[in-house]
C-alpha cells in the first residue's frame, strides 16, 4: 500500500485504522506514511475509510487557516478527505503478506478466503479428523504482532522432527518446500503475515507430547501462539479422551463448538415422488 504524498493532508486519520500500527504522521513532512516492514498488506487502511475526492490544496489551505484562528478543521474519523491511499502492484513474495492478512483474498493454492483450510475448525463435512484422533489447528500472530514466517518454520520444523504430519490442503503446508523436514520456502521467510495457522491430526495418545513441543518453540517465539484442538464426541455427545489430558496439563476447559454432523459436501439428488418435485440441485451444505 502507498500514500499518494501529493494528496495526503496528514489529518492522521488512517493512523488509527491500521492494525498493525504500520502508518504514522511523518514529522518533517506532516503527512501520513507507511513503515514498509510492518505493513502486512491487510488493506484495512483502503477499506476501512470512506474516501472523499477534496481538492488537497484546499483542504491544506483550510487546515492551516483554522490553526491560525485557533480552530480546528479535521475531517470524520472514519474519513480519508483526499483519497490518497494508492494500493499498488504486489509481486512475489510479498503478495504472500495479502493473502494471510485480507480475509476477501482467496489463497491460489487452497481457492478459499481464510488463514486454513474450509473446515479449520470444525469437522463436519470432511470427517478428516476420526474416532480416536485429534486435529490442532497453531494460530500465529495478532492485530498489532503480526508474524514472520521464520517464526512459524521454527514450530514446524520442530513438528517435523517427532513426525507429525501437516495437513495438504492448508496455505502454509503448500508453501513449504519439504514437507517431511517443516521447512518453509526460503524466499519467504521474512515476510510478515497479520496471522496464519499450522493445522495438523495426530491420534489422541500423542496430544500431550505435541502440546509440550509447542509449549517449548512459543517460548523462543516474539509473536502469539494460540492453540486450538478438536475432537469427536462419543454417541452421547461427550467427550471423556482428550479432556483429562488437557485438565492434566493445566488448561480450564470451554467447549466452543459442537459439530452435530449434518452438513454434507454434496445432497444426492432426489426421486420426484419423494417431495412431489422434479429435482433437487446438487448443492453444497455445511451445519
Not at 66 to 82: G, N
Not at 144 to 171: C, T, W, Y
Not at 249 to 267: D, E, F, I, P, Q
Request: net charge negative; hydrophobic share 35%.
Amino acid at each position: 500500500m502507498e500514500i499518494s504524498q501529493t494528496k495526503c493532508i496528514g489529518c492522521g486519520n488512517c493512523t488509527y485504522v491500521c492494525p498493525m500500527s504500520a502508518i504514522y504522521i511523518d514529522p518533517v513532512t506532516r503527512k501520513a506514511a507507511i513503515n514498509d516492514d510492518s505493513c502486512v498488506e491487510c488493506y484495512a487502511c483502503y477499506n476501512g475509510l470512506s474516501r472523499e475526492v477534496l481538492p488537497p490544496k484546499t483542504a491544506r489551505w483550510a487546515r492551516r487557516l483554522s490553526t491560525k484562528l485557533l480552530l480546528r478543521f479535521d475531517p470524520d474519523p472514519d474519513i480519508c478527505p483526499t483519497s490518497a491511499f494508492e494500493p499498488n502492484e504486489l509481486a512475489w513474495p510479498r503478495i504472500v503478506r495479502r493473502a494471510f492478512s485480507d480475509p476477501r483474498v482467496p489463497h491460489e493454492s487452497t481457492g478459499i478466503v481464510g488463514r486454513g483450510t474450509e473446515e479449520v475448525k470444525t469437522n463436519d463435512i470432511s470427517n478428516r479428523v476420526g474416532v480416536g484422533q485429534v486435529g490442532l489447528t497453531i494460530e500465529f500472530g495478532r492485530p498489532g504482532v503480526g508474524a514472520r514466517f521464520h517464526e512459524i518454520q521454527e514450530m514446524s520444523r520442530a513438528l517435523a522432527k517427532i513426525d507429525v504430519p501437516f495437513e495438504p490442503k492448508n496455505p502454509i503446508t503448500t508453501l513449504m518446500s519439504d514437507t517431511a523436514t517443516g521447512d518453509i520456502r526460503e524466499d519467504i521467510l521474512n515476510e510478515k503475515v497479520l496471522s496464519a495457522i499450522l493445522e495438523v491430526k495426530v491420534p489422541t495418545a500423542r496430544l500431550e507430547e505435541v502440546i509440550r513441543v509447542v509449549w517449548r518453540v512459543e517460548k523462543q517465539l516474539k509473536t502469539i501462539v494460540v492453540l486450538g484442538i478438536g475432537t469427536r464426541c462419543d454417541e452421547e455427545g461427550e467427550e471423556n479422551v482428550v479432556a483429562p489430558v488437557l485438565e492434566k496439563l493445566g488448561y480450564t476447559l470451554h467447549r466452543a463448538k459442537t459439530n452435530m454432523g449434518l452438513g454434507r459436501a454434496v445432497l444426492r439428488k432426489v426421486a420426484p415422488e419423494e417431495f412431489g418435485m422434479r429435482e433437487i440441485m446438487e448443492e453444497t451444505a455445511s451445519s
